[in-house]
């Protein structure tokens, strides 16, 4: 244990604790601004500098280990000064159009800049007028708000391998961009909006489509049908200030009525019926040997963008499944519409995602029209709603319980359970346990494939088969576990594992480009364990039990991979390679 | 030995090789297949791939610079970002002629700066535009040679002269233009 | 492969004359001064003219000399200002602004007849007195040339010559008669310091990595001499390539490392050239490769280059950029020591600094700390440069002052015309863009690194200018902020942008746009970049405005207050006006006026319309009568 003061503080930590946690034993908060909790530090910022017995020499606390015997100051008068003098200098190069900003009021340099009462009169003003890159769709980048923290390359590089942005340039030129200036849409960028997510200003944010919705929802020619993804429900609390993991579920239906959605529908209704395809699809390859093992899921488009760019030699043993998102859109266009007599070409379907990929893949393939119209014709972000709902009137948190309309709205502990790394995997399991045995799992719990850590495995015995699982998350972890199935090929081993679900952002969904932000592995955990409550709290933790998907069966698809389930529910990969190796 | 001294007749210091001329892209894949293998295919030695790279070519062509990557298994992000950082290396074509100006402080304070105002009023380019439209020249400005003793220090090609003043400096442009001119 | 016997050290410190040896030498400097001043062209002369004098004569070192002449090219021997040089052993004669028109000259009257020819020897302009050669020129005579003892002599791509002289010596002695405990302890006991500018115990770095437990450690020479103004580092691996490599190697051995960098700037390819081929001979003479000097263990060097970033003199930056990443500080700690080239123990030494411990190796601790001060013990080399009479590269002992540098052995201050003034010294930057300045009132400090600090400045890598009354100390602030800025990597706030704002500032001062808060806001900025900065770059990077602050204080009010440059340097601030005192109306400053401001008739004054001028300088520098003012 290292013993030091801080601010004459006596503190006690482990070794190797940083002096910006150990201050936080005293009470003591040093401001950051380049620092995330996900990230290791770059000490770009300058803002948490501290001084040691009174010395001249000026540490920085985010990455400096606490060592014995040290007499940290963290605020003197001096030191107070240069904070100040950087957040100036900060200030100088950034816009200062913060009442028109998306970041408004959420901004980690806006407040910092108030906290610290800036008035920066005296500094030259050098904004750098630069056109903003929308290429994507999904991400909007407006370089003139960058303040160079590096969080956003840091995640691209190492987090997500992706390695769209990079830093070009150096010193006063030094800037952030996609390699040589090509766009973001040119780029490796997979869109799932982990720079949007650790960004502190307003430089990388989704884009916002509110306002199309808005319109639609004013549209006397449209018929508006909504669905919440899994992860929503336990995340969309936080920006109203509750703890995250809190289930919002009932309240959203609630809600989402109130902003004028004829119908509300939930997607763990669509991820029990894509389970229901997918576990087919695995006993299909995995018991009768038609098909390429292992089975990769699909559901996360990010990660089929990766795979059609980096690792396209999978494109075999992707699941054909669509996602939830996208199926829940072809059935209200087709079976919904239907039964109900509504005119399909009048649906206006709106889905809310955790994510801004899922605004690139609506029009991924021919496959996302495959009711003859947009199976999803807008998706919007957590981060949308809650600014929708702060702007529609509704005291959202108030708001009585409702319930999801009927056909497409019930939903199992197993669908719930998308959103959270593994969740995938382990609904999957449960129902092709049944599939091949014809018998339910003895625990419907597989805690082997829960959890934070980046590569996940696990072995389930289906009628004396050991069936060898792996779950990713994060598209950092991804290489390895390819690879460890690429040498078994070439080697004629055995493959090491029979089924893998990959999540490209570090938590699953739950930890989405689009959630609110703020997010670490102590959040990650908290809304996960909301879905895993909403699980056991569920009478019903099967997929194929869900009355409502056997009805959709029965009445409408005849049964699993069927042809009519292929035509609608199913996609194809391209590959579409960025290297060649 | 005098053997190893890089000189020529006229009795000067290399002070940047001699450049080769651009190759045609095709000629390009083979030349950066070779750099590349020379240096084991390892992405630690991007800086010394992209030097070799750099004079094979005069200055490094954004499509070699994907194509390092692609050789190297690594992303273009990190390769042109490496590429964009140091001030060697040249995204965009260079003059046939390099004019380099001493701008060390003992050239400074022997008053450099206006030799390099005057060479750049003359040739019409400025400090973000070094290079002249018709890719005759390009101005730049080096921190110390070790020249010191001859200050200011102005540089054409490998040539080195010493003791310049404005005039001088546009002189010697001047030169230059009209033996480029001749037939 | 036969052993090199050391020969016995000479005891003085000049350029090594060899008692015994009766070999006739013509020693040509082919530093890059004396090359850009056709040193090449004369060596050539001399080796036609010499044949053509029937003179048996080789350019190849022979350990036994014979009774040939032996002519070769050297490294820099120093007296820049009085290139190209040629040195004449055994006589001790030293030849100056020798051109290729002089070389028959030499041949027959000194090399055949044995005669001295006066007006190629050095004037002391003292003395009014020809000096034969380094024993009598005061700027030789005055300094104590260990680093550079080699420097102008030997012939920089012969290892024999090298060895002849005692080379590599010390490593064998470190890596077969001590232990890495052993080496560290006398490179401790010397006190040496790190010569690149930080002044950081050398025994002490390398005593940290020795500690550490790993299999892989690895030595980096910084030889990434970025200073403007200062080329010690270059000449001495030009001249002397062989001592930095020994220094290296016992580097590596006092911590136990295998592989070894030298990483040189680009701009200085003959440096590459010089160390890639002592690299080579080592290797050739099994110095480099397996089991070297029989010890069992192995030891590799690689040159790299650098890519034109100053920031990679900085320790971390240049790991950055060895592993082939953008060359960007990293946060300490971990420090190198502990962790640095691929997480591995790593020790970063400038060049200087391992030549030294050659000599501390052979002759041990004590004699090295017999020069020097207790606390700065040893010699340093400086580069001379600026408005002074003899620029060149210089070797003291810490310890000297300033007067006997810029005065005695610089001979003096100069003013625009060359001419040496009595009064005419302002200030002298020593430390390049990361120093301070230091005036009149320094004149008898003793330099060596603690008097430094404390006088606001610091020894920094050992580039000193001389700078004349006529000079603009707000105008030498900026240049070294234009350039630190320049330089900037970009990754922390403080360095970038104010950097950049200082940099704003100082122009405002200098185009007369400043107010009252300017000088306020630019202390102020000053103070938080160099507290808050991340690496040594940033830090240092406001001393050169701090330091001329505090010294020339009513300069900066001048500019200020009342907008104007007294030293008439300001372009922007400059009034020049045609005296009317002096002023005989000979035109020809209205001749030569690029802007045609001057008017005037034949005999009468002429007069600048200050509307047009644009305050070059040009009528001053031609007027005759010294009738310009104020520019």
New interface residues.
């Given amino acids: 244990m290292i013993k030091a003061r801080i601010n004459d503080l006596p503190v006690e930590v482990p070794e190797g604790t940083t002096i910006l946690d150990a201050a936080r034993q005293v009470q003591v908060c040093i401001p950051t601004l380049c620092k995330h909790r996900d990230l290791l530090s770059t000490a770009a910022c300058g803002i948490c500098i501290v001084r040691n017995k009174g010395g001249n020499k000026m540490i920085r606390a985010c990455c400096t280990p606490l060592e014995n015997g040290m007499e940290i100051t963290t605020h003197d008068r001096d030191i107070v000064e240069v904070r100040r003098s950087t957040l100036e200098l900060i200030l100088s190069n950034h816009p200062n159009g913060c009442l028109t900003c998306e970041r408004n009021g959420e901004c980690e340099l806006q407040k910092l800049a108030a906290d610290f009462n800036i008035n920066q009169e005296a500094i030259k003003r050098y904004v750098k007028e630069t056109p903003p890159d929308t290429s994507t769709g999904s991400i909007v980048i407006d370089f003139t708000k960058c303040i160079k923290c590096g969080r956003c390359i840091q995640v691209c590089?190492e987090m997500q391998d992706v390695?769209?942005?990079?830093?070009?340039?150096?010193g006063i030129n030094t800037r952030m961009a996609?390699?040589?200036d090509i766009t973001l849409a040119e780029?490796?960028c997979v869109k799932c909006g982990q720079c949007s997510a650790h960004c502190p200003t307003g430089a990388i944010v989704e884009n916002d489509e509110t306002q199309t919705i808005w319109e639609a929802l004013h549209d006397p020619n449209k018929v508006c049908v909504v669905q919440i993804a899994p992860s929503v429900r336990v995340t969309v609390g936080e920006a109203f200030g509750l703890p995250p993991g809190t289930n919002l579920t009932r309240k959203l239906y609630s809600a989402l009525r109130r902003l004028g959605f004829k119908a509300v529908f939930d997607t763990n209704f669509a991820a029990d019926v894509t389970i229901v395809e997918e576990a087919s699809e695995f006993i299909e390859r995995f018991a009768h040997k038609r098909g390429a093992l292992p089975l990769i899921t699909s559901c996360c488009p990010s990660w089929t963008d990766f795979m059609e760019k980096n690792h396209w030699d999978f494109i075999d043993n992707f699941s054909t499944a669509k996602s939830p998102q996208q199926m829940l859109g072809v059935l209200a266009k087709t079976y919904y519409a239907e039964k109900l007599g509504i005119d399909p070409a009048k649906l206006y379907m709106v889905s809310i995602m955790p994510c801004t990929a899922k605004k690139y893949e609506l029009t991924r393939t021919e496959e996302m029209y495959a009711s003859g119209f947009k199976d999803v014709d807008v998706a919007i972000t957590t981060r949308e709603l809650a600014r929708m709902l702060k702007q529609s009137g509704i005291e959202f948190l108030s708001l009585p319980d409702a319930e999801a309309d009927s056909l497409l709205g019930d939903y199992t502990g197993a669908g719930t359970i998308f959103g959270a790394t593994g969740g995938v995997m382990e609904a999957a399991v449960r129902t092709a346990y049944f599939y091949a045995t014809g018998k339910k799992l003895k625990s419907l719990d597989l805690e082997a494939v829960r959890g934070l850590q980046g590569v996940k495995e696990g072995t389930v015995d289906i009628n004396g088969t050991p069936v060898r699982v792996a779950v990713a998350h994060g598209l950092a972890n991804v290489e390895d576990v390819l690879n460890r199935v690429r040498e078994a090929q070439k080697a004629g081993k055995e493959t090491p594992y029979h089924f893998i679900e990959v999540m490209a952002c570090p938590g699953g969904c739950i930890g989405g480009g689009g959630q609110p932000y703020g997010v670490d592995n102590e959040r990650r955990q908290k809304r996960a364990a909301g879905l895993y409550q909403d699980d056991r709290d569920k009478q019903i933790r099967c997929s194929h039990e869900n009355p409502e998907v056997i009805r959709l069966y029965k009445e409408f698809l005849d049964k699993p991979l069927s042809t009519k389930a292929h035509h609608l529910l199913h996609t194809r990969y391209t590959a579409r390679p960025l290297?060649?190796? | 030995?005098?053997s190893?001294?890089?000189?020529d007749l006229n009795?000067?210091?290399?002070?940047?090789?001699a450049p080769a001329p651009a190759a045609h892209p095709a000629g390009r894949a083979a030349a950066i297949t070779r750099i590349v293998e020379k240096h084991g295919r390892?992405?630690?030695?991007?800086?010394?791939i992209?030097?070799e790279v750099q004079e094979e070519f005069r200055y490094l062509p954004?499509d070699a610079?994907?194509l390092v990557?692609?050789k190297l298994?690594?992303?273009?992000?990190?390769?042109?970002?490496?590429a964009?950082?140091?001030?060697?290396?040249a995204i965009k074509p260079k003059g046939k002629h390099l004019v380099r100006l001493c701008?060390?402080?003992?050239c400074?304070?022997k008053?450099s700066i206006?030799i390099l105002d005057a060479i750049r009023r003359r040739l019409g380019v400025d400090a973000r535009h070094p290079t002249t439209p018709d890719l005759m020249f390009t101005v730049e400005t080096?921190?110390?040679?070790?020249?010191?003793?001859?200050?200011p220090?102005v540089v054409v090609d490998d040539q080195?002269h010493?003791a310049m003043?404005?005039a001088k400096g546009v002189a010697l442009v001047e030169s230059m233009i009209a033996k480029e001119a001749a037939p | 492969m036969k052993d090199a016997t050391p020969a016995t050290r000479p005891e003085n410190t000049n350029p090594p004359t060899e008692p015994d040896a009766k070999q006739r030498r013509v020693i040509v400097c082919?530093?890059?001064?004396c090359?850009?001043?056709?040193?090449?062209?004369v060596?050539?002369g001399f080796a036609e003219q010499i044949q053509a004098a029937g003179i048996a004569v080789t350019?190849?070192f022979k350990p036994e000399a014979g009774s040939e002449l032996r002519l070769n090219?050297s490294g820099c021997q120093g007296f820049?200002?009085?290139?190209p040089l040629v040195t004449i052993l055994p006589e001790g004669i030293l030849y100056t602004k020798v051109k290729s028109a002089d070389v028959a000259e030499i041949v027959a009257q000194t090399l055949v007849a044995g005669q001295v020819i006066g007006r190629l020897l050095y004037t002391d302009p003292a003395t009014k007195q020809p000096c034969r050669g380094v024993a009598e020129i005061p700027f030789y005579r005055r300094q104590q040339r260990h680093v550079l003892r080699a420097c102008g002599i030997i012939?920089p791509?012969?290892i024999e010559e090298y060895l002849h002289h005692g080379g590599y010596a010390a490593a064998r002695k470190a890596f077969t008669a001590m232990t890495p405990e052993t080496v560290c302890q006398e490179i401790l006991r010397s006190g040496l310091r790190g010569r690149g500018g930080g002044g950081y115990p050398t025994g002490r770095k390398w005593e940290a990595a020795r500690t550490q437990k790993s299999a892989k450690k690895y030595v980096i020479c910084n030889a990434d001499e970025?200073?403007?103004?200062?080329?010690m580092n270059?000449?001495v691996m030009e001249g002397d390539p062989h001592s930095v490599l020994e220094g290296l190697m016992i580097a590596a051995r006092g911590i136990g490392a295998d592989e070894t960098f030298i990483y040189v700037r680009?701009?200085?390819?003959?440096a590459v050239?010089r160390m890639r081929?002592a690299v080579k001979h080592a290797q050739r003479l099994g110095f480099l490769g397996t089991n070297v000097f029989g010890s069992g263990l192995n030891l590799s060097c690689e040159v790299?280059?650098?890519?034109?970033?100053?920031v990679c003199g900085e320790e971390t930056a240049m790991i950055a950029?060895?592993?082939?990443?953008?060359?960007?500080p990293r946060p300490k700690p971990p420090y190198p020591a502990q962790s640095g080239l691929w997480g591995k123990p790593t020790i970063i030494n400038n060049v200087e600094t391992l030549a030294h411990t050659v000599r501390v190796i052979n002759e041990g601790a004590e004699r090295f700390r017999q020069s020097g001060t207790s606390a700065s013990p040893g010699t340093k080399t400086f580069?001379l440069?600026?408005?002074v009479a003899n620029?060149?590269l210089i070797e003291v002992p810490f310890g000297t002052t300033l007067r006997e540098v810029v005065l005695n052995i610089g001979g003096g201050i100069t003013d625009r015309r060359g001419r040496i003034t009595a009064d005419g010294f302002k200030a002298v930057?020593i430390g390049?863009p990361s120093g301070g300045c230091l005036t009149h009132e320094h004149l008898d400090l003793p330099l060596d690194y603690d008097s430094l600090r404390g006088a606001g400045a610091m020894v920094g890598s050992g580039?000193l200018?001389a700078?004349n009354q006529k000079?603009c100390m707000v105008s030498?602030a900026r240049?070294f902020m234009d350039?630190t800025q320049r330089e900037s990597?970009g990754k922390c706030v403080l360095c970038r942008e104010g950097t950049r704002q200082m940099l704003a500032l100082l122009d405002d001062i200098i185009e007369g746009r400043a107010t009252g808060e300017t000088l306020t806001l630019l202390e102020k900025l000053a103070h938080a970049v160099q507290k808050g900065s991340l690496c040594g770059l940033g830090k240092t990077a406001p001393n050169p405005v701090l330091s001329t602050l505090r010294y020339f204080r009513d300069e900066y009010d001048a500019h200020v207050i009342h907008k104007c440059c007294p030293t008439g340097q300001c372009k922007a601030l400059a009034k020049p006006s045609i005296d009317p005192a002096k002023c005989k109306g000979c035109q020809a400053c209205a001749k030569k006026c690029p802007v045609g401001a001057i008017t005037g008739e034949r005999k009468q004054t002429h007069v600048i319309d200050p509307k047009k001028c644009t305050a070059?300088?040009?009528c001053a520098?031609v007027c005759k009568f010294d009738a310009v003012l104020g520019v």
Avoid at chain 3, 266 to 270: A, F, G, H, T
């Fill in positions: 590089q390695w769209a942005l990079s830093f070009l340039e150096r996609p390699a040589g780029s490796p290297y060649k190796r | 030995m005098i190893n001294l890089n000189h009795g000067t210091v290399a002070v940047t090789t390892r992405s630690s030695r991007l800086v010394p992209l030097q954004p610079l994907a990557a692609e298994n690594v992303a273009p992000a990190r390769v042109f970002g490496v964009t950082f140091y001030a060697h290396f701008d060390g402080t003992a400074h304070v008053d206006p080096v921190a110390c040679l070790g020249a010191c003793g001859l200050a220090v080195v010493g003043t404005p | 082919a530093g890059t001064g090359v850009a001043n056709g040193a090449y062209a060596f050539r350019t190849e090219e820049c200002q009085m290139g012939d791509g012969s970025g200073d403007p103004g200062a080329f270059r000449s680009s701009e200085y390819p003959l050239q081929q790299m280059e650098g890519a034109g970033a100053f950029s060895i592993e082939g990443h953008r060359g960007m580069a440069t600026g408005h620029t060149g930057q390049g580039g200018v700078m000079t030498v240049f350039f990597c070059c300088g040009t520098d």
